[in-house]
């Protein structure tokens, strides 16, 4: 029986989407305005005008009958035609006859002064945006005899009845055989496909939803608060836009819809939630769709978690009360993404409007990946998350022994150099083999560890800046101007196993007062 009054029901959508033409058009009766089809001696109800406005006149009661009679025939009404009191800002109320099949498209949009609508069990069809920006509109039931919800067939994919409302309440009536409301959830959801299509401010998801479809909640302002459960697998572009959310938890598995679109910011998944001020990514995330975030100007901090390989194009344009940022993935995430307008590649745009000096945070192994890559490149601030893991700061390191990596030296950013290993220092003939000489001025203090046992000559020459030297008691030789010019340092000890010093070591050291030479020399 079931299956009968489904196939039933979907006979009548298909017959009311026929298109024809009508033979009397626009006729007013009363206050409304009808289109009559004299063959199946039909009626639907239209607006006053062909296009915007679509009234002139205001009304505030419309009582849509059963029949009309127009030339001494009875006409059924069958339908109400799109945009048929759009704009009617002085409708209060709307009584609907048990012949009307069929709501179109836009049909009350606007109507911002109405309060309350009874759908009877006789519409079948519900197109999109009917009940649009209908402020006033607290509650909406969707009897069991619908069995269509128009898709629009635009770059939003709506498929929703209402969008940028204020309703506490919303549920499709049982025994509906494509549409529930399950758990008294205050949403509608396609029972076959566990897609919820569209919500209101007391909506609480079901575990059971697997989508959460295109413009679901679109501009719902006062819904402040949703849990996303961990079933939901995919959500539709818009589908929290301009929401008056505070906080937003994103499970692992939930796929954003991306569109490739010049105007993606406009479509994002949270896009203008101006009250958005904390933010969850799930370890686990791959990608983050194009918009998702644009223009939400009050969250102060993003963590993007570590599985994230793909940022798309605006994501997080226009999020001017950024901070600070963390990227947790060891390879710079790529950003940016395909414009369908445009076909451009753009890197630049997933953070466009933010401000790029504030901190960056990313893996200490990573931050030169960052400052090489695309997109992330423009940061001027990039840091370690952690600066533990990068060991201490290096200015400058290499190898400097006699047999290559024998000796090792590190020039820390605290200016201080220091030789480790076994054995003697390689030969150095001129400044340019100098392994730190570029870096001479930076070099304040020097420390060779035990082990070393010779100082090339050359070594230091002109380290101008440099004022201690610590000389371990394994070194036996110090070569010729190995110190020379090293005009700030006033004093050196000599360990006693040092059996030569070559020509010139200390030479033109202005500030040297003390050196102790040992009986070994």
Same mark, same amino acid.
């Given at each position: 029986?079931?299956?009968?009054?489904?196939?039933?029901?979907?006979?009548?959508?298909?017959?009311?989407?026929?298109?024809?033409?009508?033979?009397?058009?626009?006729?007013?009766?009363?206050? &409304?305005?009808?289109?009559?089809?004299?063959?199946?001696?039909?009626?639907?109800?239209?607006?006053?005008?062909?296009?915007?406005?679509?009234?002139?006149?205001?009304?505030?009661? =419309?009582?849509?009958?059963?029949?009309?009679?127009?030339?001494? #025939?009875?006409?059924?009404?069958?339908?109400? $035609?799109?945009?048929?009191?759009? $704009?009617?800002?002085?409708?209060?109320?709307?009584?609907?006859?048990?012949?009307?099949?069929?709501?179109?498209?836009?049909?009350?949009?606007?109507?911002?002064?109405?309060?309350?609508?009874?759908?009877?069990?006789?519409?079948?069809?519900?197109?999109?945006?009917?009940?649009?920006?209908?402020?006033? %509109?607290?509650?909406?039931?969707?009897?069991?005899? #619908?069995?269509?919800?128009?898709?629009?067939?635009?770059?939003?994919?709506?498929?929703?009845?209402?969008? $940028?409302?204020?309703?506490?309440?919303?549920?499709?009536?049982?025994?509906?055989?494509?549409?529930?409301?399950?758990?008294?959830?205050?949403?509608?959801?396609?029972?076959?496909?566990?897609? %919820?299509?569209?919500?209101?401010?007391?909506?609480?998801?079901?575990?059971?939803?697997?989508?959460?479809?295109?413009?679901?909640?679109?501009?719902?302002?006062?819904?402040?608060?949703?849990?996303?459960?961990?079933?939901?697998?995919?959500?539709?572009?818009?589908?929290?836009?301009?929401?008056? &959310?505070?906080?937003? !938890?994103?499970? @692992?598995?939930?796929?954003?819809?991306?569109?490739?679109?010049?105007?993606?910011?406009?479509?994002?998944?949270? /896009?203008?939630?101006?009250? &958005?001020?904390?933010?969850? %990514?799930?370890?686990?995330?791959?990608?983050? !769709?194009?918009?998702?975030?644009?223009?939400?100007?009050?969250?102060? /901090?993003?963590?993007?978690?570590?599985?994230?390989?793909?940022?798309?194009?605006?994501?997080? /344009?226009?999020?001017?009360? %950024?901070?600070?940022?963390?990227?947790?993935?060891?390879?710079?995430? @790529?950003?940016?993404? &395909?414009?369908?307008?445009?076909?451009?590649?753009?890197?630049?745009?997933?953070?466009?409007?933010?401000?790029?000096?504030?901190?960056?945070?990313?893996?200490? =192994?990573?931050?030169?990946?960052?400052?090489?890559?695309?997109?992330?490149?423009?940061?001027?601030?990039?840091?370690?998350?952690?600066?533990?893991?990068?060991?201490?700061?290096?200015?400058?390191?290499?190898?400097? $022994?006699?047999?290559?990596?024998?000796?090792?030296?590190?020039?820390?950013?605290?200016?201080?150099?220091?030789?480790?290993?076994?054995?003697?220092? !390689?030969?150095?003939?001129?400044?340019?083999?100098?392994?730190?000489?570029?870096?001479?001025?930076?070099?304040?203090?020097?420390?060779?560890?035990?082990?070393?046992?010779?100082?090339?000559?050359?070594?230091?020459?002109?380290?101008?800046?440099?004022?201690?030297?610590?000389?371990?008691?394994? #070194?036996?030789?110090?070569?010729?101007?190995?110190?020379?010019?090293?005009?700030?340092?006033?004093? #050196?000890?000599?360990?006693?196993?040092?059996?030569?010093?070559?020509?010139?070591?200390? /030479?033109?050291?202005?500030?040297?007062?003390?050196?102790?030479?040992?009986?070994?020399?």
């Amino acid at each position: 029986m079931k299956k009968q009054l489904l196939l039933f029901l979907f006979a009548i959508v298909a017959s009311v989407g026929t298109m024809f033409a009508w033979d009397y058009e626009r006729v007013q009766i009363g206050d &409304l305005y009808y289109n009559f089809d004299a063959t199946n001696q039909t009626a639907e109800v239209t607006s006053q005008n062909s296009s915007y406005p679509y009234w002139s006149t205001t009304i505030t009661t =419309a009582i849509i009958p059963a029949s009309v009679e127009y030339n001494s #025939v009875t006409y059924s009404v069958t339908s109400i $035609g799109q945009y048929a009191f759009s $704009g009617c800002s002085g409708l209060t109320s709307v009584t609907i006859g048990n012949s009307v099949t069929s709501i179109g498209n836009n049909a009350f949009s606007d109507c911002n002064n109405m309060t309350s609508i009874d759908i009877p069990n006789s519409v079948a069809r519900i197109g999109t945006n009917v009940f649009s920006n209908c402020s006033s %509109l607290t509650s909406l039931t969707i009897p069991a005899s #619908v069995v269509q919800i128009d898709k629009f067939d635009g770059p939003s994919h709506q498929n929703i009845v209402v969008y $940028g409302n204020n309703l506490t309440s919303l549920s499709v009536e049982a025994g509906n055989p494509v549409y529930d409301s399950r758990d008294n959830c205050n949403a509608i959801i396609e029972t076959a496909t566990n897609t %919820l299509l569209m919500g209101c401010q007391n909506t609480i998801i079901p575990n059971t939803v697997t989508r959460i479809n295109e413009a679901a909640f679109y501009n719902c302002a006062n819904l402040i608060a949703i849990t996303i459960p961990t079933s939901v697998a995919s959500i539709g572009e818009g589908a929290f836009h301009g929401t008056g &959310l505070t906080s937003v !938890a994103l499970p @692992a598995n939930s796929v954003l819809d991306d569109w490739y679109y010049s105007l993606a910011q406009d479509l994002g998944v949270f /896009s203008s939630c101006n009250n &958005l001020n904390n933010i969850a %990514l799930e370890e686990g995330l791959t990608s983050i !769709a194009a918009g998702t975030f644009a223009y939400s100007p009050n969250f102060s /901090s993003i963590n993007i978690p570590a599985s994230v390989t793909k940022i798309n194009m605006y994501a997080f /344009s226009n999020c001017t009360g %950024l901070t600070e940022i963390t990227c947790n993935a060891v390879n710079p995430p @790529a950003l940016g993404g &395909l414009s369908y307008a445009s076909s451009v590649y753009h890197p630049n745009d997933v953070f466009n409007e933010v401000n790029k000096s504030i901190p960056l945070y990313v893996p200490c =192994a990573s931050i030169e990946a960052y400052k090489a890559a695309d997109g992330w490149s423009e940061f001027t601030n990039i840091q370690a998350i952690n600066p533990d893991d990068c060991g201490p700061c290096l200015l400058a390191s290499g190898t400097c $022994g006699a047999q290559g990596d024998n000796l090792t030296w590190e020039l820390s950013c605290d200016s201080v150099l220091t030789i480790r290993g076994t054995g003697a220092m !390689a030969n150095i003939s001129s400044a340019s083999d100098i392994p730190w000489y570029e870096y001479r001025d930076a070099i304040k203090s020097i420390v060779i560890g035990n082990g070393v046992t010779s100082i090339a000559g050359n070594a230091f020459q002109r380290c101008t800046n440099l004022t201690s030297v610590t000389i371990p008691n394994s #070194v036996t030789s110090i070569g010729q101007v190995a110190f020379y010019e090293c005009t700030a340092l006033t004093s #050196v000890t000599i360990p006693n196993r040092v059996t030569s010093i070559g020509m010139g070591a200390f /030479s033109y050291c202005s500030s040297l007062t003390s050196i102790t030479i040992p009986n070994s020399v």
